[in-house]
């Protein structure tokens, strides 16, 4: 007999993270989705800004772009989204206003190929740039997937980076399962000070 667990608080990094995107944003801000993927938080995100708000949505994967603006027309939310094929280090290139909220899913792109990763070296620049774009009490978030080649360097990387954050500027948290096998995610959530 199998008994099949179900949780209804503390599901998952991506409902976690969920909440705080419901929690957080509001109406009229000015966001960005540094990992599109499948289009899931920019979506969410520009339900969250409203018609005053916009989203910044960056990815690599001309299929991660193209799947992100469909599923935003479907929806009659395309014209408050900016989608920009291109890699998440280069934000400061195409956005010049400060963000009241940042989220990235690094890892690969789900039932894509595999070998396309984020990298920790892109990463790192590219937060370190976030960081300074980010409004002051804006909030950051950071999913790190670790199950891939290459997922665990990048993870201890940004670790490294955050845990060096200087706690009069940056509040950073970790929320990381650790009874749960198979390398679960770990979500950062990092506060800019005022």
Same mark, same amino acid.
């Given at each position: 007999?199998? !008994?099949?667990?179900?949780?209804?608080?503390?599901?998952?990094?991506?409902?976690?993270?969920?909440?705080?995107? @419901?929690?957080?944003?509001?109406?009229?801000?000015?966001?960005?989705?540094?990992?599109?993927?499948?289009?899931?938080?920019?979506?969410?995100?520009?339900?969250?800004?409203?018609?005053?708000? $916009?989203?910044?949505?960056?990815?690599?994967?001309? %299929?991660?772009?193209?799947?992100?603006?469909?599923?935003?027309?479907? %929806?009659?939310?395309?014209?408050?989204?900016?989608?920009?094929?291109?890699?998440?280090?280069?934000?400061?290139?195409?956005?010049? %206003?400060?963000?009241?909220?940042?989220?990235?899913?690094?890892?690969? @792109?789900?039932?894509?190929?595999?070998?396309?990763?984020?990298?920790?070296?892109?990463?790192? !620049?590219?937060?370190?740039?976030?960081?300074?774009?980010?409004?002051?009490?804006?909030?950051?978030?950071?999913?790190?997937?670790?199950?891939?080649?290459?997922?665990?360097?990048? $993870?201890?990387?940004?670790?490294?980076?955050?845990?060096?954050?200087?706690? $009069?500027?940056?509040?950073?948290?970790?929320?990381?399962?650790?009874?749960?096998?198979?390398?679960?995610?770990?979500?950062?959530?990092? %506060?800019?000070?005022?």
């Amino acid at each position: 007999m199998v !008994i099949k667990m179900s949780y209804e608080k503390i599901v998952n990094t991506i409902k976690i993270s969920r909440d705080f995107i @419901l929690n957080f944003v509001k109406e009229g801000q000015v966001v960005l989705d540094c990992t599109v993927g499948n289009g899931n938080d920019t979506l969410l995100l520009a339900r969250c800004v409203g018609p005053q708000g $916009k989203v910044y949505g960056f990815d690599i994967q001309k %299929e991660a772009i193209e799947s992100t603006k469909e599923k935003l027309a479907c %929806e009659n939310l395309d014209n408050r989204v900016i989608l920009i094929l291109d890699g998440h280090e280069n934000i400061d290139i195409h956005i010049n %206003e400060k963000l009241d909220f940042i989220i990235y899913n690094l890892g690969y @792109l789900p039932g894509s190929d595999k070998s396309i990763i984020t990298k920790k070296e892109t990463t790192l !620049i590219s937060l370190k740039k976030a960081l300074e774009m980010l409004k002051e009490n804006g909030l950051l978030l950071i999913t790190c997937y670790t199950g891939h080649k290459g997922g665990l360097e990048e $993870k201890d990387a940004v670790e490294n980076f955050l845990v060096n954050l200087d706690q $009069k500027k940056f509040n950073v948290l970790k929320y990381e399962f650790i009874n749960q096998k198979n390398n679960p995610p770990v979500l950062y959530a990092i %506060e800019k000070a005022r």
